[in-house]
């Protein structure tokens, strides 16, 4: 076999040439400039947002929360794979290389989760925390070091078989992280950062590592936090590409039900009820719909600028319409689907409906949203331009995409 260092460095090579090829293609969808547009409008809003926060608000309570959560969040990326159940288990005790790269791995990428939070909140942390840029870089230099000191106290609890002595481990992980991230926000002495670190150490060395004596690694758990952690970033991809690699999963939304009856019971309609389970059910689609139709609603109501309101409307709509496109590659894996005697129209115009309902929906939420807050005549304007993206995409992009699909 491969030693454990050439083993650990394959492994992190093929996921990131893996995760590369999507990423590019992300970034040539069009998501990057969505995202530096809504960083120039946060960056207009942050500063009056800053002066409307009363003198009262607990910045440091605030920032003790956001960063108790991040450090404690997260686990070690191990990159195994289920045929390491098999053959990597006898190996255990020559894998001490192996995790430490992943622990050391894991470390650099969370820090960099990190650094961007402070980054966001800086403005707030200058403003109602520390004028001083020492302590912005010094505090940010303590809290990449507890997260390691999580990554490696976690990646021990892991090895606890029992659930509910595992969840109590991160509670405990928590505690002990809001004690010391209060500490560094609220700016206390240097002795007792020094006391808090001791502490923790002691508590790693004597604890942790006793706990990895004593239990033998759980291959199974890891495996697991491995492939829900690809399942994420394939999730994400599969918003602006096609994954195939990506497994459904399943959430029963039962209040939900009423709206497949806006499908008749016909043959030429399989295809749109089975979208319609799919969208609501599989791959959180209706959830990536909810939430980009509320943000995009909140923008729409915030945003003081006609103009502004009108890209924020035409973005997050075009946004969303690139979700509801992905629905149509979900049976694609589906061998049982291929039987059914329906015409590759069928398929295209149950997707087309459903672009067409949720397009129409999500248009009238901003349509309204903008009556509201800024009356009809901007509602009307708002609900025009969401519904020409809608219309763009189904006669422009979603033809395009068709003829691809029939080509391959």
């Known amino acids: ?66 960063f108790t959560w991040l450090t404690t969040r997260g686990r070690v990326r191990t990159f195994f794979k289920q045929g390491d159940l098999i053959f990597l288990t006898p190996l255990e005790g020559n894998l001490s290389g ?28 200058f403003d109602r925390v520390s004028e001083a840029g020492a302590s912005f870089i010094l505090i940010l230099l ?41 500490a560094l926000f609220s700016q206390q002495p240097w002795w007792l950062f020094a006391f808090i670190a ?14 990895a004596r004593t239990y033998s690694l759980k291959w199974e758990r890891l495996v697991e936090i491995e492939n829900q952690t690809v399942m994420t970033f394939y999730r994400v991809a599969n918003s602006f590409t096609d994954v195939p690699s990506l497994k459904s999963k399943i959430r029963f939304r039962r209040w939900l039900n009423p709206l497949y009856n806006l499908v008749s019971f016909e043959q030429k309609n399989v295809y749109k009820y089975m979208f ?14 909810l939430r980009l139709t509320i943000i995009g609603g ?38 049982m689907v291929d039987l059914y005697p329906l015409q590759t129209e069928n398929k295209q115009a149950g997707h087309k409906f459903w672009i067409v309902f949720l397009g ?15 009356g009809a005549g901007q509602g009307l304007i708002i609900l025009a331009l969401s519904l020409a993206v809608y219309s763009y995409h189904l006669m422009v992009r979603l033809p395009k995409k068709y003829e691809t699909l029939s080509r391959s």
């Open 98 to 125: 192996y995790i430490r790269s992943s622990i050391r791995y894991s470390w650099i990428m969370e820090t960099f989760w990190l650094t961007l939070s402070m980054l966001v909140l800086a403005p707030l942390f």
């Open 1 to 66: 076999m491969t030693n454990a260092a050439e083993l650990w460095d394959k492994r992190r090579s093929d996921y990131w040439t893996m995760a590369v090829r999507y990423l590019r293609l992300i970034g040539n969808s069009g998501f990057l400039f969505t995202i530096y547009l809504l960083f120039v409008f946060g960056s207009y809003y942050y500063g009056q947002f800053l002066q409307w926060l009363p003198e009262t608000f607990p910045a440091v309570i605030f920032f003790t929360l956001i």
């Open 276 to 289: 319609a389970r799919s969208f609501f059910r599989a791959n959180d689609y209706f959830g990536i719909f």
């Open 142 to 182: 303590l809290l990449s070091g507890l997260k390691l000191w999580n990554l490696a106290a976690g990646f021990e609890e892991q090895r606890v078989l029992d659930r509910k002595q595992y969840t109590n481990h991160t509670f405990l992980r928590a505690g002990l992280n809001a004690v010391a991230v209060y």
């Open 298 to 335: 909140l923008f729409i109501s915030i945003v003081e600028l006609d103009w502004g309101r009108w890209l924020v409307a035409a973005l997050f709509a075009y946004m969303t319409a690139l979700q509801i496109e992905t629905l149509k590659n979900h049976y694609d894996t589906s061998q």
């Open 198 to 211: 001791g502490a923790l150490i002691i508590f790693y060395i004597g604890y942790y590592r006793a706990i």
């Open 360 to 374: 129409i929906i999500q248009s009238l939420i901003f349509g309204i949203t903008a009556s509201l807050t800024y």
